[in-house]
């Protein structure tokens, strides 16, 4: 750009030939004109010649201060001499031809289109017009309108239809239809008008759809040139519903198909895929209506388009073909309804108060007989009369739309400095704080010597936390490598060691016990037993309802059922293991529990095999056991019997039971294979064309409790009724495939997403498709490489009890099952979304659980919380678990205070304890991000731990936590929701005691430590982000929310302390997963009542954040490419602890020993922060912001806004690329 900038100056300079030209010309203009009429035509002439013959030439006349474009328009407008006239529209078509649309541009700037327009007018007044200088006229025109992206004249349309010259061009093309020459420029120009709906429905009263149809025909070789652009006119046309119903009217959509199965058939050596497009574009746009989508059913289009499409499949050039009938058959194919009787919860919670308003308001006051499944939204876009005024200025719109949401009132930024309640009503929570009166004269201090655990409380060692101490000297070794100290079967043994001994031996034995059997291989076997009789127990007690048979199991022990003997026979069990499968084999079939010959199965010579090349050459993590240190399957039973279900829940989930250590491999984000989504798409609408192959049973409904399965071998068998389950239905569709239906959240009739469930009853080497139909986001990690989890009873029983990720054929689409408006906030015409995945078992027989990211329980943090506090020194951890008060479903809700004994009982020592900051933490509002409640972990475990880096933390520090906000939700399976059917996220403004009763403390515990002025130095709340990869934050700034939306005037006198940003570049500079480009500090108008802006701008705490942690992996630092998983996220919540421990030494000014580095932070904060250009995300919704990612496979098939609506108003010939790039699958990088 520059360099033809400084060349063209320079010739300029050099007083040009073209100069000298342009010069003569303009003083001819501004003499008397028909005196000159032959000196013009002939300057105009030598212009033209240069103008053909040297880019230097045209350079020159459309450089920067050039006035040569205005000279030959003003020339233009003045002339009336028709061979200059002509040699000018040569010499315009020169020069915009080339040099991209900015030589276009410049002509438009000029004025170039008026006077374009009004030659046009004048010439088409001449009966007939001259032909040279129509085509001329209409190929410039041709070149100026708006194109693509690269807008020229964006107000072309409307300057047409103003001069009155739609029908110069249409009547042109009318008279002249065997004129190829002619009309094809003119065809241009249409195609250019017609993408402003206004002159499409203008042009429609004037027969150009019909027009059109006289130009396009079946499969000829001639004049595909003009056979395209007809097309591409049509398919612009036929986007206005008015044009679509004509066509419609007059049987086109017919026509189309046959046209497109005679290009189909004649086209073998596919020469003319662009114009096979264009007719599928044609139909696209035309089914954009009812009846078109009617006429394209009636027609046999579904079946047309699935036939030549399977067709193309194998030529990848045809991928656009492929791609766009697949866009059309997902949109024409019918509408289904859920198979449910109301998308209400299958479950109900009486309120104790129903609010007045709002989305519960609402479902409570809907009458009983109303439809929620589906109601008539898809049925009334044809009565919607089409809008006739001009929509010049979306793009103005969408930026104000952009900067809608961020919060401009700079009052309403300000802290508001008030209590909501007033002091003396706050004086509850004083009980919370015990810590701030205690004067510990009746504890012996004396000695700081940490002291072992094991002698405090005979449990356990220390935790250690993986990764997580500042340079922990495993760190190194430790890693999803798996780098090993201890094989296998060590490994394997301490597990069997471990668990029975949680059972069955007396629990101060167990630490010594599990010491001495470590090495021994005897004991090993015995230990095998031990684990069956656990693994017994733990099966038969997974029924809760039968506790006489619990006891019994309880209290004998080893007991084995008489009929377990007839399973003992098996003969293929011949594994040292025998007597493991034997005694559980035979329990196992019990009449609750189905899981017939596990343990023999289980230990296959496969298995053996598999197991032993892990064993002997693979290494395993050193501290996989410590992991399972908060896992104890007693307690765990023990507390599930305490946690209250709206369903009532009576069963354990084996993973819950049996705790979930990370697995010692790499899991990394799954690469996607070319062309899932459209297989996966295509076996949906197979379901159409191919009706009897169709099962079509149910397998599975809380609707029904009648359902039943028939016995026969081949069907998975279906559960999810344990804590934090939520299947509703399960429909199997063909053999080995099954549609899930998801629960809604209680109280709800929508928020699905999350899932939690078991399968039975499969066989190996058989890939089983899982739908889940009821998603309901636009978009999902699992398009970018996320899959589900899984957990394998078999494979736990094999000291392999872990989650891990699975399933291939991942996908995330827009599915055929209308959502009813009712569901989706009044918006009609929306579809559900699918995520389908494929797995194949690896055992026979097993019991698998699929999750959508690592469960984690409400009944798993009480044992996790219980765990802690028996394990902790209680010399050294001030350690405290009150209730902050009782959920709506009666559970209750955990507050947890941590911080370190005070040195001594001395006044000093006390003081310091007492004027510790306060770091408040919470996390697992929304039940569905089950990764928040895996930090949460890492936090607690890191904050108990016995680390000299944990002791300086805790000293430093009194930590307040809400573990988990949601507790109901949670143990439900919500997705998003409590109880009262809202997301508590969005009620910190207005908390209802009686409807949010922990979000009404929670506040009312800071609004309290406000009033007695131990304001928190660190909020924040913990969540799992849907759409993004990384872990990363949100908090809140004045000047940032001001600089994005420019209002940076009014944000000048605002002084802000720059802290806010100190803990996340801390974050970005020690924590592996978090990403500082991924943080934003904007304060949005959505997220006005969320946790991290209320306890911001109405507690005053400046550092308050929501820690977002992605559910599917990393694409920068260390864990790159991979997948996340619990060991990654304890680890975050470890860092985060030291993350503190450093915004410590920063904020005291005690501290003078600092590396300068971090010293220098804040200053470094203050450049980066100037940069506001740089591209800092800021969200509209919490978990999905608008914020794509380079490939978005949403796959809209609502067309309004399809990216193909870019092409019809370019150029002829997209490149193939560019078409490939359009379509939804678009895996890019495996295109030639
Ligand atoms: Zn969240």
């Known amino acids: 750009m520059n360099k033809v900038k400084t060349t063209s100056e320079k ?57 040569g474009v205005e000279v030959i328009l003003s020339t233009l407008e003045n002339t009336r001499d028709l061979q200059t006239t002509l040699n000018i529209l040569s010499i315009l078509i020169e020069l915009v031809s080339v040099g991209g649309g900015r030589r276009a541009c410049i002509l438009v700037s000029k004025g170039g289109t008026q006077t374009l327009l009004q030659l046009l007018l004048g010439a088409s007044k001449d009966s007939p017009p001259n032909e040279e200088l129509m085509v001329q006229l209409h190929s410039l025109l041709a070149k100026i309108g708006p194109k693509g992206n690269h807008s020229r004249d964006k107000k072309f349309g409307v300057k047409a239809r103003i001069n009155g010259a739609l029908n110069i061009s249409l009547n042109l093309v009318k008279q002249n ?11 241009q120009v249409l195609r250019v008008y017609s993408t402003n709906s206004v002159n499409a429905v203008s042009l429609g009263k004037n027969g150009v ?73 044609c139909i696209k746009s035309v089914t ?49 309804r859920l198979p449910l009787p109301t998308i209400k919860s299958a479950f109900h919670f009486q309120l104790p108060v129903i609010p007045t308003s709002g989305p519960v308001a609402q479902l409570y006051s809907l009458p009983p007989e109303v439809d929620d499944v589906v109601d008539e939204s898809d049925d009334n876009d044809d009565i919607e009369t089409e809008t006739e005024t001009e929509n010049e200025n979306e793009d103005d719109k969408d930026q104000h739309f952009k900067n809608d949401d961020i919060e401009t009132d700079i009052d309403k930024l300000k802290p508001k400095q008030e209590l909501g309640r007033p002091i003396e009503e706050l004086k509850i929570y004083e009980q919370f704080f015990p810590e701030l009166a205690e004067n510990f004269q009746e504890y012996d201090l004396v000695s700081k010597e940490p002291k072992p655990f094991a002698s405090a409380t005979n449990l356990g060692g220390p935790i250690v936390v993986p990764t997580a101490g500042e340079e922990h000297p495993a760190e190194a070794n430790q890693s999803v490598k798996g780098i090993a100290v201890k094989d296998l079967s060590s490994l394997q043994m301490e597990e069997y060691n471990k668990r029975p001994c949680f059972l069955d031996l007396p629990k101060k034995d167990h630490n010594k016990d599990s010491l ?208 934090s389950g939520n299947l509703r239905k399960v429909i199997q569709i063909r053999k080995n495939e099954y549609d899930l239906i998801l629960n809604s959240d209680i109280n709800s009739n929508h928020y699905h997403q999350w899932f939690y469930f078991e399968v039975s009853g499969m066989k190996t080497g058989i890939g089983y498709r899982f739908n889940i139909i009821n998603c309901e986001k636009s978009n999902s990690q699992f398009n970018y490489g996320m899959q589900p989890l899984m957990y394998s009873v078999q494979e736990a029983l094999n000291a392999r009890p872990w989650w891990s990720r699975v399933g291939t054929d991942i996908c995330y689409y827009k599915n055929h099952f209308s959502r009813s408006s009712i569901a989706a906030g009044g918006q009609k015409g ?19 659980y699929f999750a959508y990211h690592y469960p984690y329980t409400y009944s798993t943090l009480k044992m996790h919380l219980q765990k802690l506090e028996s394990m902790h020194n209680p010399q050294q951890i001030y350690f405290r678990e009150d209730v902050l008060c009782e959920t709506l479903a009666g559970n209750s809700c955990p507050l947890v205070t941590i911080t370190a004994m005070p040195e001594s009982n001395y006044y000093e020592h006390v003081c310091q304890f007492r004027n510790r900051p306060y770091v408040f933490l ?94 928190p130095l660190v909020y924040c709340d913990y969540h799992g982000h849907s759409r993004k990869k990384n872990v990363f934050m949100y908090g809140c700034s004045i000047k940032e929310t001001m600089w994005h939306t420019n209002v940076s005037a009014a944000s000048c006198d605002v002084i802000e302390d720059l802290g806010y940003r100190a803990l996340p570049k801390i974050l970005s500079q020690t924590a592996p997963a978090f990403c500082m480009s991924s943080c934003s500090f904007v304060v949005e108008k959505s997220k006005e009542s969320t946790a991290r802006v209320v306890v911001w701008r109405e507690i005053g705490v400046q550092r308050s954040y929501t820690m977002e942690s992605t559910l599917c992996g990393c694409d920068q630092g260390k864990y790159k490419g991979l997948q996340i998983g619990t060991r990654e996220l304890e680890e975050m919540g470890a860092k985060f602890c030291v993350g503190l421990l450093r915004l410590k030494r920063l904020t005291s000014p005690l501290e003078h020993n600092l590396p300068s580095s971090l010293l220098d932070i804040e200053n470094e904060l203050i450049e980066s922060s100037c940069k506001v250009t740089s591209p800092t995300t800021y969200v509209l919704d919490e978990d999905e912001p608008r914020f794509l990612e380079e490939v978005d496979y949403s796959a809209e098939s609502n067309d309004e806004q399809d990216v193909e609506s870019v092409d019809n108003a370019g150029d002829y010939e997209p490149s193939i690329q560019e078409d490939a790039l359009s379509d939804s699958e678009a895996t890019r990088t495996h295109l030639p």
């Open 11 to 67: 010739s300029l300079a050099n007083n040009s030939r073209i100069v000298a030209l342009l010069t003569q010309l303009e003083k001819i203009n501004s003499e008397s004109l028909l005196v000159e009429a032959d000196t013009a035509r002939y300057v105009t002439s030598k212009i033209l010649h240069l103008a053909q013959s040297q880019e230097k030439t045209r350079k020159e006349m459309t450089a920067k201060g050039s006035t």
């Open 177 to 187: 239809l065997q004129n190829h020459r002619l009309i094809l420029p003119c065809l």
């Open 209 to 281: 759809v019909e027009l059109m149809f006289k130009i396009i025909g079946p499969f000829s070789k001639k004049n595909t040139g003009l056979m395209k652009v007809a097309l591409d006119t049509l398919a612009a046309l036929l986007k206005s519903k008015t044009n679509a119903r004509r066509a419609v009217d007059r049987g086109y959509v017919q026509v189309l198909l046959t046209i497109y199965v005679d290009w189909h058939r004649h086209d073998s050596r596919h020469r003319h895929m662009l114009i096979r497009k264009g007719i599928l574009q």
């Open 288 to 336: 954009n209506i009812k009846l078109g989508r009617k006429a394209f059913i009636d027609a046999n289009g579904m079946k047309i388009l699935y036939n030549t499409s399977q067709d193309c499949l194998a030529v990848r050039t045809l991928d656009p073909l492929v791609n766009t009938s697949s866009l059309i058959m997902r949109k024409c194919f019918p509408k289904n």
């Open 516 to 723: 001495q059997l470590q090495n021994d291989q005897k004991k090993l076997l015995s230990s095998c037993q031990c684990l069956s009789q656990e693994i017994v127990k733990g099966l038969d007690r997974i029924t809760l309802q039968n506790t006489s048979k619990n006891e019994q199991y309880y209290s004998t022990g080893c007991l084995i059922k008489k009929e377990s003997k007839t399973s003992l026979t098996t003969p293929t069990c011949n594994k040292p293991c025998q007597h493991v499968s034997s005694c559980g084999s035979g329990l196992f079939e019990g009449p609750s529990v189905q899981l017939g010959k596990l343990c023999c199965t289980g230990v296959d010579p496969e298995e053996e095999e598999d197991s032993s090349s892990h064993s002997s050459g693979e290494q395993v993590l050193l501290e996989v056991p410590d992991m399972l240190a908060l896992h104890d399957p007693d307690l765990y039973i023990e507390i599930v019997k305490n946690t209250k279900s709206v369903p009532e829940y009576s069963e354990v989930a084996y993973p819950d039971y049996f705790g979930h250590i990370p697995p010692p491999f790499k899991e990394p984000i799954l690469e996607r294979p070319y062309g899932v989504q459209r297989t996966k798409i295509a076996q949906d609408i197979e379901r159409l064309i191919h009706q009897n192959d169709i099962i079509d049973r149910v397998v599975y409904d809380l609707d029904n409790s009648s359902c039943s399965v028939p016995e026969e071998g081949d069907i998975l068998k279906f559960n999810s009724k344990f804590e």
């Open 830 to 848: 929306k579809s559900y979304y699918t995520i389908t995945f494929t797995v194949s078992f690896p055992h026979k027989d097993d019991v698998c």
């Open 922 to 1015: 919470s996390a697992r509002v929304h039940p569905g991000e089950t990764n928040a409640s895996w930090v949460m972990k890492g936090t607690l475990e890191y904050l108990m731990s016995s680390s000299p880096a944990a002791q300086s933390l805790r000293e430093s520090y009194i930590f307040k936590i809400v573990p988990m906000l949601n507790p109901d939700g949670v143990i439900n399976g919500n997705h998003r929701c409590s109880l009262s059917g809202e997301d508590l996220n969005r009620q910190w403004q207005n908390p209802n005691p009686d409807l949010h009763p922990t979000i009404y403390h929670a506040k009312g515990l800071l609004q309290y430590m406000a009033t007695i002025k131990h304001l």
